[in-house]
């Protein structure tokens, strides 16, 4: 005797059952879902708050004490021309550290984990997961280095109001936004290297060696013959590019103005154009 079997129910395009609407609304991914994602991601991270507490720590701690002993032992007219922001350039070198190995986290521990592969199943334009990573982390940068270096410069120019020169509109500009763009651009620098070697202590060793290994080769350039090299690495060092935003550079040649804004922004826009083109190539 034939059992005779309902005839199942046939799914409606869309995947759907008929009689039923999912409660989930089915949108269309884009860039600002990438975003919020990322911004999650690096708020929630228990690193991100202890490195950008160190960073301001060092930042303010240093720029504080620095501007503490100059007022207390120095003369009017040992600091009389000098521009009263310039002594927050110690705490910002020391502290461009913590931007560095914030930056290479950012991409280089999601590989480490394999976090990346969930990244990717949930927004598999690679492109996509780059650019929010790279929005949101200069965007937390540029804003805790603003702080940062506006409230040292601040409280500096209090400390040394009386004795130093007051800085001009565009010293302020160059002293607060210009340095903490460069500050964040080169930590999203390091960000793209850290998804170019995929690896957290080889990136933040290239960083760190970035910053400080031509001003250590440069000081032991004693040849005549390497005298045009040794001026070159001296110019273009990091450390004096972050001191030419407070017009204190090492030399009196090589970049000037906003020179090293430009310089690290086209150093950043290639590398970038680099990591994506390896992303789009590589296996996750």
């Known amino acids: 005797m034939t059992t005779h079997q309902p005839p199942l129910p046939q799914a409606a395009p869309g995947g759907s059952y008929p009689g039923y609407t999912s409660p989930i609304p089915v949108v269309r991914t884009h860039l600002g879902h990438a975003i919020t994602s990322e911004w999650t991601k690096i708020r929630s991270v228990r690193s991100t708050i202890w490195t950008l507490g160190v960073f301001v720590l060092l930042v303010v701690g240093i720029g504080l004490l620095a501007g503490a002993v100059v007022s207390q032992s120095s003369s009017s007219d040992d600091v009389a021309g000098t521009n009263a922001l310039s002594l927050g350039f110690f705490g910002l070198l020391l502290g461009s550290m913590c931007i560095i190995t914030l930056g290479v986290l950012t991409t280089a521990s999601e590989y480490g984990t394999g976090m990346i592969r969930t990244t990717m199943v949930a927004c598999p334009s690679r492109a996509r997961v780059l650019a929010a990573k ?85 000081l032991f350039m004693f040849s005549s013959s390497l005298e045009k090299v ?45 990591a994506y083109v390896l992303l789009q190539r590589r296996d996750v």
């Open 230 to 274: 040794r001026t070159a690495l001296f110019e273009y060092s990091i450390p004096n590019q972050l001191s030419v935003f407070y017009s204190n550079s090492l030399s009196d040649s090589g970049p000037s103005g906003w020179d090293p804004l430009w310089i690290i922004l086209g150093v950043t826009a290639v590398a970038f154009a680099g």
């Open 134 to 218: 790279a929005i949101v982390f200069f965007a937390v940068a540029f804003v805790v280095t603003l702080a940062a270096s506006a409230f040292v410069a601040m409280t500096q120019l209090s400390m040394l109001g009386d004795v130093a020169r007051t800085p001009t509109g565009g010293e302020w500009l160059k002293g607060t936004v210009g340095v903490s763009l460069y500050i964040a651009l080169l930590g999203l620098l390091s960000l793209i290297v850290g998804s170019i070697i995929r690896h957290s202590a080889g990136a933040i060793t290239i960083m760190i060696g970035a910053v400080l290994a031509p001003l250590v080769i440069a």
